[in-house]
């Protein structure tokens, strides 16, 4: 690899690595759906936030604020995942279960979920569970690209690689597959909140119950995934500068040692 212009390889070094923080926040905070939660009863708007494990549900039916955690919970069997603030995890798979099959389950913040099967609710306010684990799935497959990229930056930046694929064909590989997952990623989760019907459930019972009327949003944790992806971008459009750069630099000066026969040493 050239010595000259490795500022390049630098910045797509740190570049990569703000990519991984990003992706990191995206996949660990709680805030990919953001709502407002609106009722009669209410000083103010209660708030819901939730990510992809957790969240919180901040109710103001009373004087006092009551901060409530909430806890992803998803069923394989049923193809569905809520968001429940049952305090305890079997009361949290029941109401679930009951959000699956179109019955009301009682919502409020205890350790017992009775259920309702009167008026089913149709469709299922639920979120796939197929959707959920491709998001989670892509996600680490992108994070794991991410710090790939970011390893052969480093590795290009400070030292002659041995093998091609680990020179800056790699690297800039690495880039385009983790922008592309990101970019799957935000497609799966986008178009999914749009047409499947989540924003007006948000798969919790006491949106889905009608209790409050949602406000919803998608949180920063969803769109700093943007971010993530567009400094992948920036290091191929990096790598490929310096490519290009480089191939427009005069060559080096060479040096010839003509072939003398009386033997003079000749110093350059």
Same mark, same amino acid.
């Given at each position: ?7 390049? =390889? ?12 990003? *992706?990191?926040?995206?996949?660990? %905070?709680? %805030?990919?759906? $953001?709502?407002?939660?609106?009722? #009669? ?14 969240? #919180? ?15 992803? *919970?998803?069923?394989? +069997?049923?193809?569905?995942? /809520? ?9 949290? =798979? =029941?109401?679930?279960?009951?959000? /699956? ?6 919502? /409020?913040? *205890?350790? @017992? *979920? #009775? ?21 989670? @799935? @892509? ?21 002659? !690689?041995?093998?091609? =694929? ?7 590989? /690495? ?19 749009? $047409? ?10 006491? &949106?889905?119950?009608?209790?409050? @009327? ?9 769109? &700093? ?26 060559? !080096? ?8 026969? +009386? ?6």
């Amino acid at each position: 690899m050239a010595v000259t212009r490795r500022v390049y =390889i630098f910045g797509a070094f740190l570049l990569s690595v703000l990519s991984v923080l990003l *992706t990191v926040v995206a996949i660990s %905070s709680d %805030s990919w759906v $953001v709502s407002t939660a609106t009722a #009669e009863i209410q000083s103010r708007d209660s708030m819901i936030r939730y990510g992809l494990f957790t969240g #919180e549900l901040t109710l103001n039916t009373l004087v006092t604020p009551m901060s409530n955690a909430l806890f992803m *919970t998803c069923l394989s +069997d049923f193809n569905a995942c /809520a968001l429940s603030c049952k305090t305890e995890e079997n009361a949290r =798979i =029941i109401e679930v279960e009951a959000l /699956a099959q179109g019955f009301r389950p009682t919502p /409020a913040c *205890t350790a @017992v *979920t #009775e259920v309702d099967q009167n008026d089913p609710l149709y469709p299922p306010p639920v979120l796939s569970y197929a959707v959920y684990i491709a998001v989670i @799935v @892509v996600l680490f497959v992108q994070l794991a690209f991410g710090l790939v990229a970011a390893s052969l930056a480093i590795l290009n930046a400070t030292k002659n !690689p041995t093998e091609p =694929i680990f020179g800056l064909p790699g690297c800039l590989w /690495a880039n385009v597959l983790t922008a592309l997952l990101g970019s799957i990623v935000l497609l799966i989760f986008g178009i999914y909140w749009l $047409v499947s019907g989540l924003k007006d459930h948000l798969a919790i019972s006491y &949106i889905a119950l009608g209790l409050f @009327v949602p406000g919803p949003s998608l949180g920063y944790s969803y769109w &700093i995934l943007i971010t993530s992806v567009l400094c992948n971008l920036i290091n191929v459009c990096l790598i490929r500068l310096r490519s290009y750069l480089l191939e427009r630099d005069p060559p !080096p000066p060479t040096i010839k040692v003509d072939n003398h026969s +009386d033997g003079t040493i000749f110093l350059y």
